[in-house]
C-alpha cells in the first residue's frame, strides 16, 4: 500500500528524512501521535533510538525539543500544523530565542482536506511563525520538492525552519505538471511562463485550481504566468524584482489566511523594494472560518475553485 | 550600597569549617548583593531570590560545583531556572563563583547588562526561561540527549510552586517517567505565595507529593533553607536509579529579610507586597544591616577569625554601580 503512495508529499518526506538520517546522525523526530499521515513508524523501526514518542503533549514535545538542540542535536519535529504552530507557539517562540536549529513539520497545512473542519484545518500557521525572527517557512508542492525542501533545511539553513506539507494524494493537474521542479529557497518557479498577470501560489490544491482556471483564461487571451512560491517568507529581492517588473497585474493566492500569508508577505517586500508603483496588486486568501465539506465544495464556498478564481481574476483584469 | 567581593567567596570556600555553615555564609553575602543589584535597578523579584537562595548557593556550590571552566564541558552538570524571575539571586550566585564579573552583576535589567530573565548570552545560564511551565520538558530535552550522546552531569531544573498551575507541567511530568528519563532533578521551591497571595487561595496544589509520585515520580519534602536537609536529599536522589526525581522544598517567600518574609508579612497584611519591586533607601540599610549583624554574630558564634564585610562598609560603599571598582 505504501508504494501506492510513492508520489505523496507525506510519504516522500518520510523516505527523504530517513535517507538524510542516514547522512547526518544528529537528527531525532518527535511526534505527538499523529504519525500515520506521514507513515513515521517506518523512521521509528529504522532508527528506534532516534523517534520520540511524546503522546498528545504538544507544548511538551516543542520544550523537549528545545532542550535536545540545547545539546547540539537536530530535531525534527511533527504535529498537525493547527496544533504544532497555535498551541505550543510561545514554547516555539522560546527555543528560537535560544538561536538553536530546529525543524517544524506543519502536517495538514492550509484549507484541505476539508473533511475534518476548522479544528484541524491550519489557516493560521504561517502568520504565526512568520513574527519569529529566525524563522524559515516553506511549503513545498510535491513529492520532488519535499525531498528538495527537507534536503536545504537539514544541510543548508542555519534557522529554525516550518515545512508545510498537504495531506492526502496528489491532484491529477500536480501529476500531469511537465515542469521539473528545481528548489531554490526565496525563489519561486514559474509553470507557466505568461505574460501581463503573474499569479503567485503554492501547495498542490490551490494551485491546481489555478492551472484550470489558466485553461480557461486561454479562451479569454488571457495568459497568466503562474509562480509556484514554495518560500512563504522571505525572497531574493532581485527574482522578485524582475518578475514583477515584467508583469502589470499581480496576484497571490494564499492557502491560508488572506492575513499574515504569503500574500503580505510578498506585498511588504514589494512595499519595502518601491516595485509597486504603477502596478495592480491583489491578495486573495481565506477571509472566514475554514468551511468543512469536501474538496470541491470547500474551494467553492472560499471562492478558490477554478470557476471562482476565473470570475475574480477576470474581473480584476478587465476593469482595469 | 553595599556589595560583597568575589574574594570574600573565595576566603569562606577555603576556611576549615562545615559546609553547611559555609552555604550559611555564602548565602547571605549573595542576599547583600541581590539586594544591590536590585536596588540599583530599580526593580526585580526580591521575594522568590531570597526564597531560592539557599538552593541555589547548595547546588551550584557544593553539589555541582560549576566553575568558569566547566561551563563548556559536555560533560557539565546542568542546572536552570524554570520560573526565571529569581534570576537575581542566580546571577548573585555565578558571582560568587566567579562565573560574573561585579560589573555584570550591577548592570541587572540594563540594555548592557544583565536581562531581566535568564538568557543563554549570559555566562553560566543554561536556557531561556522565565515564562512559566516550560523548564521541566526542556530538562528533560537536555537529559534526553544527553543520555543520547553519552555526555556525563546531572540536569536539575527549578521551578516555582504556582508554576504547578501551569498545563505544560503535567504533560512533563507525565512524559518524563514514561520515556525513562530517569537522570531529571526538580525541585520546587514551595514558599507558597504566587505573586501576592496563598497559593492555596488561587488555585490549591492539594497534595502535592502524592499527585507527582502518581505520575511515576519518586518524590521528598524537605526544609528548603536547611543545607543538611538538601544534602541528604540529594545524596538519597544518587540511589535511586529507576525513576525521575522531585523535591518540594518548603520554603519562605523572602527569606532572611524580616520585613519581606511571607510568614511575617501575612501576619500583617491581606497580600504580600514583596514579589517585585526594589526597596526603598531607608527599608535597603535596614536589610543590609540585618544581614550584616547575623553575619557577625555567627561567625562569633562559631569562633572564626574573618570579617568578610568590614572592608566592604568602609571601601565598597558607594553612590553609584560606576564607581566601583572591578575585580
Known sequence: MQSEKKNWITNSLTESLIKFSKKNKNIVVLDADLSDDLNLKKFAKIFPNRFIQNGIAEQDMVSMAGGIALQGMLPVVNSFASFLTAR?????????????????LNLYAGLLPAGAGKSHQSLRDISLLNSIPNFRIFHPL?????????????????????????????????????????????IGQEITKGKKVVIFSYGQYVLSEILKTVEILKIKNIFPTIVNMS??????????????????????????????????NILNELNKQKIIKNKNFFKI?????????????????HKLDSKSLYKTLISKIKNR | MIVSSYKYFEKIRKLKINDYLKAEFISDLCRINTLTMIKIAGSGHIGTSMSAMDLFVWIKHFEYHNKLKNLKSKNRNIFFSSK???????????????????????KLRKIDGLDGHPDLSIKG??????????????????????????????????????????????ESLQTTSHQNINNLIVIIDHNKIQSSQYVKNIIDLRDLKRKVEAFGWHVERCDGHSFSK???VFKKFEKIKNKP?????????????????HTKVMKKNKYYNWHSGAPSDKEYNEMIKEIISRIKKKISKNRLNFDPFEKIEKNKLIKSYKSLDIH
Not at chain 1, 534536503?151 to 500531469?176: D, M
Not at chain 1, 512563504?232 to 500569508?261: A, C, E, P, R
Not at chain 2, 526565571?84 to 550591577?106: E, F, Q, R, T
Request: some cysteine; overall charge positive.
Open chain 1, 142 to 186: 510535491n513529492y520532488i520538492e519535499v525531498d528538495q525542501v527537507l534536503k536545504h533545511c537539514i544541510f543548508k539553513e542555519k534557522k529554525n525552519c516550518a515545512i508545510r506539507l498537504s495531506i492526502g494524494p496528489p491532484t491529477k493537474e500536480i501529476l500531469k505538471l511537465k515542469t521539473r521542479i528545481n528548489f531554490k529557497p526565496g
Open chain 2, 84 to 106: 526565571g524571575h529569581d534570576v537575581p539571586a542566580l546571577y548573585s550566585v555565578l558571582y560568587s563563583l566567579g562565573v560574573l564579573k561585579l560589573n555584570d552583576i550591577l
Open chain 1, 88 to 104: 505550543a507557539n510561545e514554547q516555539i517562540y522560546n527555543n528560537a530565542t535560544e538561536n538553536t536549529k530546529i525543524i517544524y
Open chain 1, 285 to 301: 486568501g481565506i477571509e472566514t472560518f475554514p468551511e468543512c465539506g469536501t474538496v470541491e465544495e470547500v474551494l467553492k464556498y
Open chain 2, 125 to 170: 545560564i543554561e536556557a531561556n526561561t522565565g515564562s512559566l511551565g516550560m523548564g521541566i520538558s526542556k530538562a528533560k530535552g537536555i537529559c534526553w540527549a544527553k543520555n543520547k550522546l553519552g555526555h556525563k552531569g546531572s540536569v536539575v531544573v527549578l521551578t516555582g510552586d504556582g508554576e504547578f498551575q501551569e498545563g505544560q507541567i503535567f
Open chain 2, 245 to 261: 526525581k522531585l523535591l518540594i522544598a518548603d520554603t519562605i517567600k523572602g527569606k532572611g529579610l524580616n520585613k519581606i518574609e
Open chain 1, 231 to 264: 518560500t512563504m517568507n522571505f525572497f531574493s529581492t532581485k527574482w522578485l524584482k524582475k518578475i514583477v517588473n515584467k508583469h502589470d497585474y499581480i496576484f497571490t493566492i494564499d492557502d491560508h489566511s488572506i492575513s499574515g500569508g504569503l500574500g503580505d
Open chain 2, 230 to 232: 538538601i544534602d541528604q
